[in-house]
């Protein structure tokens, strides 16, 4: 029995290693011509060579995404090359029931699936930040989207709103902005701080421009305003947190979604969308349990010369559904206020349900 699973491991591993490479290489071509309209062509800093290692930084992330599509196709391609050549045959005939077969699958997905796990949690989300650095030093500083980096922070006697433009390579905020507002929701006062650095539990602000909100005797709104050189803010707000805006929900660790969270339900704020991410990177690895039991039943199959090309090709179209499908469930999901783990889980239940139906069905059965 040892034989006939070193044997199946050794050529689902070949084939998915294949298949991944295969399509890195494909993305890899894709991203490159995206990012050369960036290139400085009057000998700027940003030049081809780097280029070329910003978008290999973002081969992580695209390992984690293809990986449980790259595991369907692989299988798929194994199972059905050897009930063509009639070799799983001959492996029933040694005693490799479905049962058999199905757990010596099940203990290569979970292979695959601390793979997938290890590319999602550190590899992507470390590259992509390395990415974010490396264009940051050719570029000048790091825009977080066009209105910048928004955060919110509640202390005993008010409520902070915080805007932070960007980011430069050395860690410095640019462009930051922050609105003072008390209890009732009335703005109190705006800070705008041309930059500003990070300290132990407070931010110290340069270049500082206060205006103060109030009213006079008569009940006439009035503002003051002061300028500064140097002003320190008192605030919970880490570096951390800053730089979290930096990376899409989706490139972020487990543990940093799940900080992020609690962070954002203290004080006060909308995180629909981060619970989704945060199951979805916990379901999303498991996916490629699924996706050996779904490429199980091909080896079941009778095939005629030249027939196992369209059984790949439904792998692949397999595939890219469940990719759309995860995708699309984590959009109407969101818009729809479905419950987080509900709308990351769904897919893979619905995946997990056709898996062993078909293997029911085909293998058991008949």
């Known amino acids: 029995m040892i034989t006939i699973r070193r044997l199946i491991y050794r050529e689902v591993v070949a084939a998915v290693a294949f298949v991944t490479l295969g399509f890195l290489a494909l993305f890899f071509f894709f991203d490159f011509v995206d990012e050369l309209p960036s290139v400085s062509r009057d000998g700027g ?3 081809l060579t780097h280029a070329m290692l910003f978008v290999l930084l973002q081969v992580p992330n695209h390992l984690y995404e293809l990986l449980p599509i790259a595991v369907l196709i692989g299988t798929i391609f194994v ?4 009930a063509q050549s009639s070799e799983y045959t001959i492996l029933r005939t040694s005693g490799l029931g479905p049962g058999r077969a199905l757990r010596s699958l099940l ?13 999602g949690d550190y590899a ?5 930040r390395a990415a974010q650095v490396l264009k940051a030093r050719m570029q000048g500083k790091v825009s977080i989207g066009q209105t910048g980096a928004w955060l919110k922070e509640r202390q005993p006697q008010h409520n902070y709103t915080v805007n932070v433009a960007a980011l430069t390579p050395e860690g410095q905020m640019q462009g930051v902005r922050i609105f003072e507002s008390d209890l009732r929701g009335f703005m109190v006062s705006m800070v705008q701080a041309r930059r500003a650095d990070f300290a132990p539990d407070a931010w110290i602000l340069r270049d500082v421009e206060r205006i103060q909100f109030g009213a006079t005797a008569g009940g006439t709104a009035v503002a003051t305003g002061e300028r500064q050189a140097s002003v320190t803010w008192p605030t919970a707000i880490s570096p951390e947190m800053v730089s979290v805006a930096l990376l899409k929900p989706e490139r972020m660790r487990t543990l940093d979604l799940f900080q992020y969270i609690r962070h954002l339900e203290a004080n006060g704020q909308t995180s629909q969308r981060y619970e989704i991410e945060f199951w979805r990177k916990v379901f999303y690895p498991l996916s490629c349990l699924v996706m050996v039991v779904l490429a199980l039943p091909f080896a079941y199959l009778h095939f005629r010369s030249g027939g ?4 790949v090709f439904g792998g692949v179209l397999i595939g890219i559904s469940f990719f759309l499908l995860n995708n699309v469930f984590g959009y109407i999901g969101n818009l729809g206020n479905w419950l987080p783990w509900l709308t990351a889980a769904a897919p893979g239940l619905i ?3 056709l898996s062993l139906g078909a293997f029911g069905w085909l293998v058991l059965r008949r």
């Open 124 to 128: 992507a989300p470390a590259a992509d």
């Open 45 to 47: 800093a940003y030049r």
């Open 79 to 82: 199972m059905a090359r050897l």
């Open 351 to 353: 995946y997990s349900v």
């Open 107 to 119: 203990g290569l997905g979970v292979v695959f699936t601390l793979l997938t796990f290890a590319a």
């Open 308 to 311: 196992i090309t369209a059984f």
